[in-house]
C-alpha cells in the first residue's frame, strides 16, 4: 500500500485513483493529525465486504454446530 500526504494526493489525484482502479493498488492518505484515509477501487471494496459476511456466516455455522453438539450431548 503506497502512503501519500494529502497535498501529494490532491496535486496527482487522477494518477491516484487510476492506481485504485485500474492497478488495484490500496493508497493511504496520511493526515498530520493521525487519521489516515484508505483510497480503493470499488471492486475490491466489494471484495472485502463479501470476504468479511462470509467470514461472519462461517461463524454463525460454527457457533450452531457447537450447540448442536451441546445439545446431543444433553440428551
Do not use: P, W
Request: proline share 0%.
Amino acid at each position: 500500500m503506497e502512503e501519500v500526504k494529502f497535498a501529494e494526493f490532491r496535486a496527482h489525484l487522477k494518477d491516484y485513483i487510476e492506481k485504485a482502479v485500474y492497478d488495484r493498488e490500496d493508497v493511504c492518505l496520511k493526515s498530520t493529525k493521525g487519521k489516515n484515509v484508505i483510497l480503493m477501487s470499488g471492486e475490491r471494496y466489494n471484495e472485502l465486504m463479501r470476504a468479511a459476511r462470509f467470514a461472519g456466516y462461517l461463524e454463525m455455522i460454527r457457533r450452531n454446530e457447537e450447540l448442536i453438539k451441546a445439545t446431543m450431548d444433553d440428551q
